[in-house]
C-alpha cells in the first residue's frame, strides 16, 4: 500500500462526509447551476471548513469557473481541488532544516488531552531512526501523570528524558534539559509543556517564562514552537491558535486524530487563516502514524476521484 493509499483509508470519517457527498452532487447534477455551489458550500461547512474558509473556496470557485468557461460538473470538481490546493501551499510541511543549531530546540504546547506528548515521542522517534541524538523533557511539572507517560515514551524509544518532580518549576526543568543537551552533544532537543487551556492566565505566562529562560542561554531559542491540535474539535481549534500565538509566537501546528470521529477540514481552515506550517498530522495511534503533511496527498484523500463523481 502506498503512502497515498494508506492516508486514504486513515481519513475515513472526512473521507464519507465530505467525498461521498460532493461525489453525489456531481453525479446527480452533471451541468453546473446555483443549486451545485450551493450544495457544495453545504458539504464543505459540514466537513469542519468553517464558514469564513468556505466562503473564500466558493468565491474563487466561481471565479474561476466563470474564467475557464465551465460547464462539467467533472470539471468544476478539478477546480475545486486546485482551489484547495492553493490555500494549503503555505502550510505544506517542508523538510526542518535545523540551520546548523545544536540543540536545536522544540517546544511543544497545546491544551490536555489533543495528544502532545505522544507526537512529540513520535517526532523524537523519526529524528532518532534517521541517525539523530535526541533528548526529551517533561517541562509538564502541573500534571505527575505527565512526567510519568513521557518517561514511559523513553523507556519505551530508549531516548533519555530530563525530569524532575511534580511541581517543579517547568523554566528550570527546560534550562537544565538544555545544559544535558549541550554536555551529551545532542542533536535535537525536545520539551514538553503543561498542557494548558489557552484561558488560564497562570500557565500561559508560566510557558512564556519557559521561552525567557531558554532565550537567555540561546537568543534564538526555543527554535520551533509546534502547537498541537485535535482535528475532533472542529472550529474551536481556530480559538486555541490565535491565543496560542499571542502568547508565544508559533511556527508550526500538528494535527492528530484525524484517524477517527474527525472531519479534517479543519486542517484546510488552519491553513487559510493562519499560513502556518503543518510539521505533522496524526492518522493513528502506532508509533509511526505521525505523517509529514502533503497537500496534493491530503486533498487526493478527502476528495472523490472523477471517476466516483
Known amino acids: 500500500m502506498s503512502a497515498k493509499e494508506g492516508l486514504f483509508s486513515r481519513l475515513r470519517k472526512t473521507r464519507e462526509s465530505l467525498s461521498s457527498g460532493l461525489a453525489s452532487i456531481f453525479s446527480s447534477s452533471p451541468k453546473i447551476s446555483e443549486g451545485v455551489y450551493e450544495e457544495i ?27 475557464s468557461r465551465i460547464e462539467s460538473s467533472d470539471e468544476l470538481l478539478s477546480v475545486l481541488k486546485s482551489v484547495i490546493l492553493d490555500l494549503l501551499q503555505y502550510s505544506e510541511a517542508t523538510e526542518q532544516s535545523t540551520d ?3 540543540p536545536f530546540v522544540i517546544l511543544m504546547v497545546g491544551v490536555n488531552g489533543v495528544g502532545k506528548t505522544t507526537t512529540m515521542a513520535k517526532m523524537a522517534n523519526q529524528y532518532r531512526n534517521s541517525g539523530n541524538r535526541v533528548l526529551l523533557a517533561a517541562c509538564d511539572t502541573f500534571r505527575a501523570a505527565a512526567i510519568e507517560q513521557l518517561q514511559s515514551w523513553g523507556q519505551r524509544l530508549d531516548i533519555p528524558v530530563i525530569a524532575q518532580s511534580h511541581g517543579a518549576d517547568a523554566a528550570a526543568v527546560a534550562f537544565d534539559a538544555y545544559s544535558a543537551a549541550q554536555a551529551r552533544d545532542m542533536d535535537y532537543l525536545l520539551i514538553d509543556s503543561a498542557g494548558r487551556q489557552h484561558t488560564h492566565g497562570d500557565l500561559m505566562d508560566q510557558l512564556q517564562k519557559l521561552k525567557r529562560v531558554l532565550g537567555r542561554v540561546d537568543e534564538n531559542a526555543p527554535h520551533e514552537v509546534l502547537l498541537t491540535v485535535d482535528a475532533g474539535n472542529g472550529q474551536n481549534v481556530i480559538s486555541q491558535v490565535e491565543n496560542f500565538n499571542k502568547a508565544i509566537p508559533l511556527t ?31 492518522v493513528g495511534e502506532g508509533v509511526d502514524d505521525l505523517r509529514p503533511f502533503i497537500a496534493e496527498d491530503f486533498v487526493d484523500a478527502l476528495l472523490p476521484e ?3 463523481s
Open 306 to 308: 472523477l471517476s466516483e
Open 100 to 102: 546548523g543549531k545544536k
Open 252 to 282: 508550526g501546528l500538528c494535527v492528530t486524530k484525524l484517524d477517527g470521529t474527525a472531519r479534517g477540514g479543519v486542517v484546510i481552515s488552519l491553513a487559510d487563516r493562519f499560513k502556518l506550517p503543518i510539521r505533522y498530522i496524526g
Open 41 to 67: 458550500e453545504d458539504q464543505l461547512i459540514m466537513a469542519d471548513l468553517g464558514v469564513q474558509t468556505t466562503q473564500t473556496i466558493l468565491s474563487e470557485l466561481r471565479k474561476k469557473a466563470v474564467q
